[in-house]
């Protein structure tokens, strides 16, 4: 039997759960850009995470299966981010520059800027609050992941970077959610399914 033992670490894309915290980002961040919710709750700011494009990691579980003997693999990019900055990022993607005030469960992500004539928000308004009830009792500040053996023997890279994927997940979650948009103009009511 061809056994491998894959480790992988947090791997994205335009189809990931709503309750992870990356999609939970794009969602929002586009439904605050069309208008349609006012801000986003989550918790811990500072947590750093190994986000990396599900396509590159589903390319490598392949590539694990094709090597010659069946071994334990890392599948990472080596790279953290926090998440305030995935939320920098998320926001970026529709010309909104975000500020940043307090510390902990008082920090507030704040409209500094608008630079895209089709994502106009009030400069000021506070669009980004932490929520205790977010914070995890047993939250692993750092997680990051060595994928240099999967690298080095069969050669795996990176085809995504972080921005790469971010716009890519925006993308796909304005258009999910321009259909709200669609049916509200067109007289129907939409549910408010988030938080």
């Known amino acids: 039997m ?15 759960g709503e309750t992870f915290v990356t ?14 919710q006012d801000k986003m709750y989550l918790g811990n700011l500072d947590a750093q995470r190994d986000w990396g494009h599900a396509k590159d990691y ?12 069946p071994e334990d693999w890392v599948i990472a990019t080596g790279i953290t981010t926090k998440v305030r900055d995935f939320v920098r990022m998320a926001f970026k993607e529709v010309g909104i520059e975000l ?38 009792p047993t939250e692993v500040e750092l997680l990051i992941g060595d994928a240099t053996k999967a690298k080095e023997k069969l050669g795996w890279k990176l085809d995504y970077t972080l921005p790469e994927l971010i716009k890519d997940m925006m993308q796909n979650d304005l258009k999910l959610m321009q259909k709200d948009t669609y049916l509200r103009e067109g007289g129907f009511r939409t549910m408010n399914y988030y938080e």
């Open 2 to 16: 061809f056994a491998c033992n894959g480790i992988l670490f947090n791997h994205e894309s335009p189809i990931r």
């Open 23 to 36: 999609r939970k980002i794009t969602r929002a961040v586009a439904k605050i850009a069309l208008g349609l």
């Open 58 to 69: 589903v390319r490598m579980m392949w590539m694990i299966l094709q090597a010659e003997k």
């Open 99 to 136: 500020e940043f005030k307090g510390k902990g469960v008082e920090e507030k992500g704040i409209v500094k800027e608008c630079n895209d004539p089709n994502y106009q928000l009030e400069i000021g308004k506070e669009v980004v609050a932490v929520d205790p009830r977010y914070f995890r």
